[in-house]
């Protein structure tokens, strides 16, 4: 019963977070200059009520082309012998206040414990300002049995026109050097659900200060960004019959460039 | 999204348990197995004998009983005539008489109506037709399942079904009222699975409310079970020789084909629903081009008959 109560405290938290953030705070650009090269070390814990508990890691390559393009590379690799990888690229333009961004994404999931293969390919279209942000697209899904034979109809399905929407508030600009993040979503960087199977997370990080007073050694640490988020997925929320599916905490650090 | 909650509330009339998008005052799905063991535990499970190796099976799907059961007064009334074989129905022939028939959940649409559903179904009960239940999201929400339970007592079960020249099908009921089978009833599942792949059943079929895919958007705003589940049992159903899966919930007739595994999604029975329905499974029927199981959809809205007799092989 515990769950309910927090999930339920989490959702009057992030409705007033983003209603406080939106209408109180000033318009200010939202990420200036260009971002550098990362890359993204994590690891991951998860439960949910079918793989019960598993491990993983996953490792994403942040590679802006110039200010106006964004390309992310993304794997992963669970214990419940899952395995994932992905390619974002993210065109952007900034605006008098918050940007516009546009997403395409392609999704590759190879689910050996059942022996699927999962294929996504997602396009969406964004704005983000300071504190918060919004993201709404479709995308279009290709499952099929590793024992499939070419054209073989009964192996496969697809289930195109998908909705993709993400909501997310932060607690500071953008820009900051640590922040606090959440919001709801039905897919991440490594799953895509259906529309009505949404994903609750609640995230941050931190910047190590970059001053040309440290040493070498404290310097090189300015690189380093600390990241940790943690995701809820509760199911039948649509049956109007929520149960508690699963979650997933994952920990780790950035190395920019 | 808390105006949408709310208008959405203000239209339901009482209807739906918007709450219970977040939090559920009903008893969660492993909650819900664990009762349901303690019954299951003291009564095995029903073996029906039929009288040929052919016979039919009814399936009806969200009724929603509200104030009205025209459309289940008309089900009820052709598995009647149908059970008789004196009394044929005029769209089936003779093969053989159906021994029970199948609701897929959603039997009613909110608090209160569940008497006047188990009015009718007492006055088939009366005639000697079985009728099985799986729990659907409006039986259960509203704090609904000890009602569902005092009427059904168990959210998963086995029927068996024996011929005269002592071959055996299989129906398995499983509960996704909270699209989530739960640790518990994965566990069941499997090891019921495993069981009747061993024990050489001639045909098994899954019977749930909740269906799986979403091809297109004939199924509305309904939703589905999350993929990791979905996956877990698509690949199940196809390692134990699960031939067909029965659902309802969408509202809408579909069939899809996933790892040589038919999921068969059939109309809703909801009264003043245009296109409201039910099923007929032929398991073996003579009359098919094969010998496995056909199905046939029979309209009982104002729709069109049509659609007759589709084999699924």
Not at chain 1, 64 to 69: I, R
Not at chain 1, 100 to 124: K, P
Not at chain 1, 143 to 163: G, I, K, Q, T, V
């Amino acid at each position: 019963m515990y769950y309910k109560i927090v999930l339920r405290k989490f959702v009057i938290l992030l409705a007033l977070t983003a209603a406080i953030a939106t209408y109180a705070a000033p318009p200010t650009k939202t990420k200036p200059g260009n971002q550098p090269y990362s890359l993204t070390l994590l690891a991951e814990y998860g439960y949910n009520k079918t793989w019960l508990h598993y491990g993983g890691a996953q490792i994403k390559a942040f590679l802006p082309v110039n200010e106006h393009v964004e390309i992310t590379l993304i794997a992963e690799g669970l214990s419940s012998n899952v395995y994932s990888a992905g390619l974002n690229v993210r065109p952007k333009m900034a605006l008098p206040i918050g940007e516009l961004f546009f997403d395409a994404t392609v999704h590759y999931s190879a689910i050996q414990r059942t022996r699927i293969h999962d294929a996504i390919t997602a396009t969406s279209i964004g704005y983000r300002m300071d504190y918060v942000s919004a993201q709404v697209g479709c995308f279009y899904r290709t499952m099929a049995s590793y024992d499939r034979a070419w054209h073989s109809e009964e192996e496969y399905l697809c289930e195109p026109f998908n909705f993709l929407y993400r909501i997310a508030a932060n607690v500071r600009p953008l820009c900051s050097r640590w922040n606090i993040y959440m919001g709801f979503a039905n897919f991440n960087e490594t799953q895509f659900e259906r529309p009505w199977q949404p994903l609750f997370f609640l995230g941050g990080y931190y910047d190590f200060a970059p001053s040309s007073n440290f040493e070498y050694t404290y310097r090189a640490a300015s690189h380093f960004r600390l990241l940790f988020e943690a995701t809820c997925k509760p199911t039948g929320m649509f049956h109007l019959n929520a149960n508690f599916y699963g979650a997933t905490a994952k920990f780790g650090f950035a190395y920019k460039f | 999204m808390l105006v949408v909650l709310l208008l959405f509330t203000a239209c339901s009339q009482g209807n739906l348990d918007m709450l219970g998008m977040f939090y559920t005052k009903s008893e969660l799905a492993d909650e819900r197995f664990t009762q349901s063991e303690e019954y299951n535990a003291i009564h095995p499970f029903d073996t029906i004998h039929v009288n040929a190796e052919a016979y039919r099976v009814y399936y009806m799907t969200d009724v929603h009983t509200d104030s009205t059961t025209i459309n289940l007064d008309t089900f009820f009334t052709h598995v009647i005539n149908d059970a008789y074989p004196a009394m044929q129905h005029p769209l089936l022939g003779q093969v053989c008489s159906a021994p029970f028939c199948c609701c897929l959940g959603d039997i009613v649409n909110a608090v209160g109506h569940y008497p006047l559903f188990q009015s009718r179904v007492k006055a088939l009960e009366r005639t000697g037709v079985r009728m099985y239940c799986t729990p659907g999201n409006h039986d259960i929400y509203y704090d609904q399942w000890e009602e569902y339970r005092s009427y059904y007592h168990t959210s998963h079960f086995c029927v068996v079904v024996r011929t005269p020249a002592g071959r055996e099908d299989l129906f398995i009921f499983i509960d996704t009222s909270s699209a989530t089978l739960g640790v518990l009833q994965m566990d069941w599942l499997k090891n019921t699975l495993r069981e009747a792949k061993a024990a050489n059943y001639r045909h098994i079929i899954v019977n749930t409310h909740t269906h799986f895919w979403k091809k297109d958007q004939s199924q509305g705003h309904t939703s589905n079970l999350p993929l990791e589940e979905t996956y877990e049992l698509a690949y199940l159903f196809s390692q134990y020789g699960v031939e067909l899966v029965m659902q309802g919930h969408g509202h809408c007739r579909d069939l899809q084909q996933f790892k040589n595994v038919k999921y068969l999604r059939i109309d809703a029975l909801e009264d003043h629903y245009y296109n409201a329905g039910y099923c007929i499974l032929h398991i073996d029927n003579p009359q098919s081009a094969n010998d496995g199981i056909t199905w046939q959809h029979v309209p009982v809205g104002p729709q069109d008959a049509s659609d007759a007799y589709r084999p699924i092989d």
